[in-house]
């Protein structure tokens, strides 16, 4: 400290995916502001789109120029293996999911006007939708972006919030069902600031304990720091409460299956995909690099998180009768299989092993979410999407491929060989069984097992069924819906027969963890 | 020439062929000449398969598949899997040419009219799985067709089958699900424990020595099969999915995909965990006899003639289940062919039974009695193909139950006594079930039953012939089986059976 | 003591091709069943002919063999492997087999011949003449066969076709059941079979009848490669196979319901051929019973309850056919007694069981020839006074009653008292309990012969007897000669003995036949009496037209000794419940645990999803209260 | 002594967090987890002045900035809500269950 004061340095190149994600979600709100309401989707979609496709070519090319041996941004964003890894599923997701937003049909005319009011009339005769969900989104996935990436627990917070807020207010804008909608907004609003505020007493404790927020500096002080280990501990229980509350683990799944439904549905399709992703990608970042040093003490807790997770996730899913909370309690069981890997941290190999498997995963499970949330926006009757599922009896045979493919995905679901889903288990199993944890595999089968009675139980409706004289129709799909459908399908048939491309890259990309 | 995975090819490219014809009937009549070519050239290979080669599995081809997991698209045969894959490409065409009319909606039961090129597409995709499942070299790839067999038979149950078809489409699906993520655990244990970076079957034999880790993963893989078998206690999926598949269907449910768990016993927990198989013979030979003498008596109580003929699989299995842990070299082979065999008689059962339902509209026994006197050729094919499924000798059945007990006895006599008594059961549900159905007085609602017609002749006539060929001249397959199952149990370090009389001599020198 | 001798290889000659004559038969039933109703005009002939060559191939092997020097009269004929490592299918054409093979092919073309009239309204005749042809072919597969594998295969095959044959008229219940019953009932003894050709297996690693003589039994029993405890098992276990065949006690009681099927077969199955291959698989597996004192002390016990049982049977049935089914057990139960006896039993078990062939297929044929002229009657009291309208059927009958009944001079005469008086010789009470039987058998014969032929007529109003057409009462006609002379040819002179002995032994001192002796005169008198008896109740006096309630020991009789009520009382009904009881514990039991289990995963999905309330408070609670947990699990943890 | 400072922020915290529980009002529901917000801040300042770095002070900062933004996007739902049902209690909406 001679006076002078050093310049941060930015390393612009490594950070700018997720700076033109956020450049075009501000230009985005500027053309909220300033462009003519007709014009304002037309620019929206491509803008947005475009982003996200720009976002993914910097993606690709910062992984080909050889991953960065330091943390950018002053030590504050670690853009190394992982983090491009997960950047790369989450935009290609993003994308996706954002050919399936682009369907008025989804979003209410305006969200302010009262549900049945004249405003309401007004505004839905006026034909159009709020186009804020474009740069809302953009936001949300920044800081998805952002937040498996940041490499203090500050920038973890802000990117955590980052991502969090657009989707509350997302989760309000269904066009139809409107008080679900609002209702889901307001839970998952009123939860997620709950259980941020928990992440923030811990990293608080944690801050306490260590004296720095950054997760090197954390790591480095569990050795050093003496006689504060309740404060540790506290703290990363607490971090890990904010953590697991995201990823929907039991007993924090609570607002998963209410958010789900209600929310439009190609947003659940968007949270369901990439939020867990984010989620994951943190979730390591902070229990390996930051607590790895701690593993004896958090694993026996995440054990049985996990456990739970996957038991209450299968049992409750088997009962629902809302293809989305089926769906969402899917989504909290295949978030307990994805702890399994996070638990069986142990040697550099062992960890790279099991950090490939949860990549890849990640990866298999957000392709096959997408296209299953894709295929429920098009099955619809009067009142909206039929999201009972006693509305799918016999959609085999009203629509065979459809069905068919929404078939297959449930199969992905079940983890049958020859989808994508089966050797994601099967790579975080493997994992978790190399690193000790049999047993919790043997869980996870039959949880599998149980699980794989719910899916199979859709599909005995919509094929072994007769249709119901009133069934619903399917919605001629737009472009942008046949693409995610199809997009979906084929990553699933791909990743399930030729899984060695993605396993490499995913390989690679946890070759060297995490930087630290 | 690739010869299996031409043999997977062509059924699967026929199965995409007949979901984009026009018509049913052109479906059908495909699917058929797909099944046929599939059959030409499994006979072609079979006739280049040599039993006495060094090699043990021939006309192998082994390539990466997934490096990452050690994974190898790995297929080759030796003499069990040879017939088991001739097994299945006699029965496809016949069991197609069997279902003509299942999907379409006619029949006195007047069922739905549901899509028949989606049966006769699943129908060809099964066709290549099946071949695949027994081709495998890799236990990974031997895994991924195991499950994923499941599927097209899941659908193939679930939306053509009977009344329950529902329930007993899910039933099947989720035991054979739970008992292969069971298997799912050990083979990942498999690999991790063996650390050879590979799931090459050949390559695992031996590997793996701790007796307790064995203990493990042979359970592992065994409680798998056992339910794919189904071995007691294992076994209440069967009756309702072989009642309420359609009869095509449920042959080769019966005749082919089940063998997958009495195969796998032979290939894997045998060879894979010899020390485990021998340290839980005497469970699984309990498990086979009470097996054995249940089904028998289940089968006897049964009303309904599919039903029936389900647990005279269970029956069955025993049987083969005894031969396999028998462990002795005519157990082992009678074991294998009583799958072929099986396959045959139990097939030719169901389909009769089928052509029976069909007329009828009803499985129930009580529905039925005199068919003799109305329709005689349906009823002798029935007779014969009961007959076959009693074991009666002359027909194939026997040579191979006759080896089983043999080869049992030479080891457990006091199981294979139990079993013996199996021969008495048997009779009784079979004939018991002939009486009540094709004699006596005829019944009202039979009186308009035609015999067989032609289609339905060139159905039962193959099956029968073979039966009868191979119940007098068994050598030709037991030549292809005996070479193979001796190199299996070779891999089991088993003593060799010596009769008493020459154990007596051989102490005495 | 004479053992017998080597097996030769053989080739050429008639013998080379001995398989003909399981595969004419076979050809011809394999033709008319595929053929249908195309050759429903000739069918029968060709059965009758294909059954006819076969016994000419095997009377010319039977002169091959004569030619053949003693030591040198057992040919083995390999054909080909029929399971590798275990069984060929090999013949032995022996002095044994081939006397078999004889009265197979002879007695049995003699009914196919009787057959093409006696079915010659069936519409189903055809298929008939099919399965007498099956039949033919397996039964000579039995005798024929080289070792125990193949035996079993002709053993169960002419199972198959006393099924089938049995229930021919298939559309009446009775014939189906008895058919059944026959055949499950036969199952217990092949289950006996099966376990005893296990064991010989297990024991000497062969089945081969050539491998298993005499000496290589003891010298195992000596090397100790065999405990005597094994080769007894083996010996019962085999008698408990020719008891379900021979229809022998335990396994007696499907005879009796078999005579639902058509007379021909009750005359060519359920008398003449199939129920004697019992005793011949005593006789051939002589290695073992001669090894097994205790085994061979059984077969006779068996031999001589059954001969009184069935005959006292034979004395209280009213159905012609029944009565004489009894006849047949009891005679059956004679020949076991034989084949319990060692090399000269077996000489006179053989020779007794084809004169029985001869004599009881005669008396069948002449039963289905009176029931063809009554109508299909079968009740002896509706007939009567028969002789005046059917003298052909009437006079060979009575020639095959003196015959049964040991007239002297007839062939049961020769042959039945061989086996008494050498039973006499072995044990005194078996001697003298066969001969109380002689004495059952004359008064149950005579009562049947006084109550059909003799006394008043109690025909059915629509009843016109006449004498059956001559392809009838030719075959009547030979078998009777036969049940004339063919004992003393056969006993005389120990011709057949000596002619048996290279295949199965012969002692060292041939017996000299005595027509006067002890138990001869006894069994003489014996007959006599029952003769004498019957003539008062049956032929003096009058028969009442429906059956008197008679005595306790009548009705008894009458239910076959209770045997039936016995089966149903201790297997069929338990074994009905046992049914019952085991597809309710699968339904119930182990299905229902397992849908239990999904049922109980289900409820507590169901409860379980109550508790998200979708108040948000209480979402936050459970936030709270995991965040608790997790604290305070870590903290435990790490102050552990 | 910094603990009293922390033991006033556990404090606070568990008021907010029982406020959340307790409260059916969905603004005063929010205004706890501001509240536990608020808890954090105390403590990270706490901890600030107890390591002698600016960590702590600095992210006091962000977490209000933070927070700020919280309270505009939940105001304009709990409003959105409430010009819909006439009610803010988050008793009222509970559509969503089981």
């Known amino acids: 400290m001679n006076g002078t004061i050093q310049a941060p340095t930015i390393e612009y190149a490594l950070l700018s995916p997720m700076l033109i994600v956020f450049g075009a979600a501000i230009i985005g709100v500027l053309v909220e502001a300033f462009a003519p309401r007709y014009l304002r989707k037309s620019i929206h979609v491509p803008l947005t789109l475009l982003a996200l496709v720009g976002a993914f070519i910097t993606t690709i090319l910062t992984a080909l120029n050889g991953l960065p041996d330091k943390a950018a941004a002053m030590g504050a964003v670690a853009v190394d293996g992982p983090s491009l890894f997960i950047w790369g599923i989450i935009l290609v997701l993003a994308f996706i999911s954002v050919l399936l937003i682009n369907d008025d049909e989804q979003f209410v005319a305006q969200a302010s006007a009262v549900p049945g009011s004249t405003d309401e009339e007004e505004a839905v005769r006026s034909g159009f939708a709020q186009t804020e969900v474009y740069p809302l989104a953009l936001f949300a996935v920044g800081g998805m972006l952002l937040f498996p990436a940041s490499n203090d627990l500050l920038v973890m917070f802000v990117a955590l919030e980052v991502m969090s807020l657009p989707l509350y207010l997302l989760c309000g804008l269904a066009r139809r069902r409107r008080l679900l909608s609002q209702e889901a907004s307001v839970k998952y609003f009123l939860l997620g ?45 607490m971090l890990g409460v904010g953590l697991l ?28 995909s990439t939020v867990l992703v984010a989620a994951f990608g943190a979730l390591l970042r902070v229990f390996w690099v930051a607590l790895g040093g701690l593993e004896w003490n958090w694993q026996p807790v995440m054990w049985g998180v996990a456990i739970l997770t996957m038991i209450v996730g299968a049992v409750l899913a088997i009962t629902q009768t809302d293809i989305k909370r089926m769906l969402a309690y899917s989504s909290v069981a295949h978030g307990g299989f994805l702890l399994t890997g996070v638990i069986a941290i142990g040697t550099f190999a062992q960890n790279t092993q099991a950090l490939s498997a949860i990549l890849f995963y990640l990866a298999a499970y957000g392709f096959t979410t997408v296209g299953a949330f894709a295929v429920v926006t098009m099955v619809r009757d009067a009142g909206g999407e039929a999201g009972h599922l006693s509305r799918w009896a016999g959609l085999g045979k009203r629509s065979p491929v459809l069905a068919a493919i929404f078939a297959f995905f449930l199969l992905a679901f079940a983890g049958i060989p020859l989808t994508s889903g089966f050797f994601g288990k099967y790579a975080v199993f493997a994992a978790a069984v190399s690193g000790g944890a049999l047993p919790l595999v043997i869980v996870g089968v039959v949880s599998s097992a149980i699980a794989a009675f719910f899916y199979v139980r859709v599909i005995v409706l919509m094929f072994f069924s007769e249709p119901a004289a009133d069934g619903p129709t399917i919605a001629t799909p737009t472009l942008g819906t046949s693409a995610v459908v199809a997009l979906a399908a084929a990553a699933t048939v791909v990743l399930g027969i030729f899984p060695q491309p993605v396993l490499d890259l995913a390989d690679q990309a946890a070759s060297a963890l995490f930087i630290r | 020439m690739p010869w299996l995975s031409i043999l997977m090819a062509v059924p699967v490219l026929g199965a995409v062929g007949v979901s984009l014809t026009k018509s049913d009937k052109l479906a059908k009549q495909l699917a058929l000449a797909v099944s046929l070519v599939v059959l030409a050239l499994t006979g072609v290979m079979a006739a280049q398969f040599n039993p006495s080669s060094a090699t043990r599995f021939q006309f192998a081809e082994v390539y990466d598949w997934i490096p990452r997991f050690g994974v190898h698209y ?3 045969v030796d003499g069990i899997a040879l017939v088991l894959i001739a097994l299945s490409a006699v029965l496809v065409p016949i069991v197609i040419l069997a279902s003509w009319h299942d999907a379409d909606g006619t029949g006195a039961a007047a069922p739905p009219k549901r899509s028949v090129k989606t049966y006769f597409a699943l129908l060809l995709v099964l066709e290549a799985m099946m071949i695949g499942v027994f081709a495998a070299t890799d236990v990974f790839l031997f895994y991924v067709f195991f499950e994923a067999m499941l599927i097209p038979m899941y659908f193939m149950i679930g939306s053509y089958g009977g009344a329950q078809r529902s329930y007993a489409a899910v039933k099947f699906l989720l035991y054979s699900l739970f008992g292969g993520l069971l298997m799912l655990v050990a083979v990942i244990a498999l690999y991790v424990i063996a650390d050879k970076g590979t799931f090459m079957f050949p390559e695992l034999v031996g590997v793996i020595q701790d007796p307790n880790t064995q203990k493990w993963l042979f359970l592992g893989f065994f409680i798998a099969f056992a339910v794919k078998a189904p071995l007691w206690p294992f076994h209440t999926w069967l009756p309702d999915a072989a009642a309420q598949a359609p009869a095509g269907a449920a042959v080769l449910l019966v005749g082919v995909l089940d063998k997958v768990g009495t195969y796998g016993m032979l290939r894997f927990c045998l060879e894979l965990f010899p020390d485990a198989a021998k340290f839980f013979t005497p469970l699984v030979i309990v498990l086979s006899v009470v097996g054995i003498v249940y089904g028998a008596i289940v089968a006897i109580g049964q009303t309904d003639i599919k039903r029936l003929i389900a647990y005279t699989s269970i029956s069955h299995f025993g049987f083969i289940a005894l031969g396999v842990f028998a462990m002795t070299a005519h157990g082992g082979a009678g074991a294998t062919l009583y799958m072929v065999n099986h396959g045959f008689s139990t097939g030719a059962l169901f389909l ?14 009580a529905d039925y009695g005199g068919v003799q006197k109305v329709a005689p050729l349906l009823a002798g094919t029935f007779l014969i193909a009961g007959l076959s499924g009693l074991s009666l000798p002359g027909l194939s059945s026997f040579v191979s139950e006759f080896m089983v007990l043999l080869g049992t006895y030479e080891r457990y006599a006091v199981p294979a006594i139990i079993a013996t008594s199996g021969v008495i059961l048997a009779a009784i549900y079979i004939l018991w079930m002939y009486q009540r159905t094709m004699t006596g007085p005829t019944a009202e609602s039979v009186k308009g039953f035609t015999d067989l017609n032609i289609r339905e002749r060139w159905v039962v006539a193959p099956l029968i012939a073979v039966i009868i060929a191979l119940g007098f001249f068994p050598k030709p397959v037991l030549d292809v089986i005996n070479p193979a199952v001796d190199q299996t149990l070779s891999n089991v370090h088993v003593d060799q059976f010596t009769p008493a009389v020459a154990d007596k001599k051989g102490a005495g020198q | 003591m004479q053992s017998p001798v080597e097996i030769v290889q053989h080739s050429g000659g008639v013998i080379g091709v001995s398989w003909l004559m399981i595969a004419l038969p076979l050809l011809g039933a394999a033709i008319l069943l595929l053929g249908g109703r195309r050759t429903d005009r000739w069918g029968h002939f060709l059965g009758v002919a294909m059954s006819l060559a076969a016994f000419v191939v095997a009377v010319v092997s039977f002169v091959e063999i004569l030619g053949l020097p003693e030591s040198e009269r057992r040919r083995g004929i390999e054909l080909y492997q029929f399971i590798p490592g275990i069984a060929d299918m090999g013949l032995l054409i022996d002095p044994l087999s081939i006397s078999f093979a004889l009265l197979i092919t002879g007695v049995g073309s003699l009914i196919h011949i009787y057959s093409v009239g006696y079915m010659s309204h069936d519409p189903d005749r055809r298929r008939f003449f099919a399965y007498l042809n099956l039949f033919v072919a397996a039964m000579l597969l039995l005798v024929l066969a080289d070792n125990y594998v193949a035996l079993f295969v002709g053993w169960e095959g002419v199972g198959l076709a006393s099924y089938l044959l049995i229930g021919f008229w298939q559309f009446k219940p009775t014939a189906a059941a008895a058919a059944k019953k026959a055949f499950i009932v036969n199952r217990v003894g092949d289950f006996g079979l099966l376990i005893a050709i296990f064991t010989v297996w297990t024991t000497f690693g062969s089945v081969a009848f050539g491998d298993l003589s005499g000496a290589t039994v003891s010298e195992a029993i000596g090397s100790g490669g065999a405990s005597q405890g094994t080769i007894t098992a083996i010996g019962l276990l085999l008698l408990l196979g020719a008891c379900g065949k021979s229809a022998q006690l335990p396994l007696q009681s499907w005879l009796l319901d078999a005579m639902e099927g058509p007379t021909p077969v009750s005359a060519l199955i359920h008398a003449a051929t199939m129920v004697t291959a019992g005793v011949y698989l005593v006789v051939r597996s002589g290695a073992f019973f001669e090894a097994a004192p205790t085994a061979q002390l059984v077969v006779t016990i068996v031999g001589v309850a059954t001969l009184l049982a069935g005959a006292i049977i034979g004395c209280a049935k009213d159905d012609i056919k029944k009565g004489l089914a009894g006849s047949t057990m009891s005679q059956i139960g004679y020949m ?14 053989i020779a007794h069981l084809i004169t029985h062939g001869f004599f009881k297929a005669n008396m069948f044929l002449g039963a289905g020839s009176v029931m063809h002229a009554m109508n299909d009657e079968v009740d002896m009291r509706r007939y009567g006074g028969l002789f005046s309208v059917m003298k052909v059927t009437a006079v060979t009958f009575i020639i095959g009653y003196l015959a049964i009944i040991g007239f002297p001079l007839l062939s049961g005469y020769f042959t039945k008292d061989g086996i008494i008086e050498t039973a006499m010789e072995h044990n005194q009470i078996l001697g003298w309990l066969a001969v109380v039987g002689a004495g059952i058998t004359g008064f149950y014969m005579s009562r049947m012969i006084f109550m059909t032929f003799f006394g008043k007529k109690r025909w059915a109003d629509d009843a016109h007897p006449h004498e059956s057409p001559s392809v009838m009462t030719v075959p009547l006609v030979i078998l009777s000669i036969g049940s004339i002379f063919l004992g003393a040819f056969l006993i005389l002179d120990n011709r057949f003995m000596k002619f048996l002995a290279p295949a199965v032994g012969a002692p060292e001192e041939l017996p000299a036949f005595h027509f006067v002796s002890t138990a001869g005169l006894a069994t003489l008198a014996l007959v006599a009496v029952g003769a ?19 005595s306790f020991l009548t009705t008894f009789a009458r239910r076959d000794l209770y ?54 408070r209480s979402y936050a609670l459970s936030i709270l209260f995991g965040a608790a947990v997790v604290v305070g699990a870590l903290l435990y943890v790490g102050n552990m | 002594m910094t603990t009293h400072y922390l033991v006033l922020s556990a404090l606070l915290f568990a008021i907010g967090g029982a406020g959340v529980l307790v409260r059916r009002n969905a603004i005063v529901v929010f205004m706890c987890v501001e509240l536990m917000l608020n808890a954090c801040n105390l403590a990270f300042v706490t901890f600030a002045r107890q390591h002698g770095n600016l960590d702590g002070q600095l992210i006091a900062f962000f977490v209000m900035v933070v927070a700020a933004a919280e309270v505009v996007i939940g105001l304009a739902i709990i409003v959105m809500i409430f010009r819909t049902r006439r009610s803010a209690s988050v008793d009222d909406a509970n559509l969503l269950k089981y």
Do not use: C, H
């Not at chain 1, 811990?202 to 950054?214: D, H, P």
């Not at chain 2, 009769?352 to 026994?365: K, N, V």
């Not at chain 3, 004498?532 to 009442?544: H, K, N, S, T």
């Open chain 1, 245 to 272: 509350f995201k990823i929907g683990a039991a007993p924090f799944q609570a607002w998963k299956p209410d958010v789900y439904q209600g929310a439009p549905t190609a947003i659940t399709a968007l949270m369901a």
């Open chain 3, 336 to 349: 076991m007694l034989g084949a319990g006896l060692g090399p000269v039993g077996y000489a006179f078990a």
């Open chain 3, 563 to 616: 045997g039936d009520a016995l089966n149903e009382t201790l297997f069929m009904r338990p074994g009905q419940w046992l049914a019952r009881i085991a597809v309710f514990v699968d339904n119930r039991g182990i299905d229902g645990l397992v849908n239990g289990l999904a049922a109980t995963i289900g409820g507590t999905s169901g409860r379980l999803r109550r508790v998200q309330t979708g108040y948000v």
């Open chain 2, 352 to 365: 009769i039974a089928g052509f029976l339902i069909y007329r009828r509209g009803s499985s129930q026994i």
């Open chain 1, 193 to 237: 600031a709950f259980s941020s505020a928990f992440f923030l007493y811990g990293m608080a404790l944690v801050y306490g304990y260590a004296g720095s927020i950054e997760l090197k500096a954390i790591a480095d002080s569990l050795s050093t720091v003496t006689g504060q280990d309740t404060l540790l501990y506290i703290g990363t229980a």
């Open chain 3, 532 to 550: 004498a008896f019957a003539w008062f109740r049956y032929g003096a006096a009058e028969v009442p037209r429906v059956a008197p309630r008679g």
């Open chain 2, 74 to 76: 790995g297929v080759g």
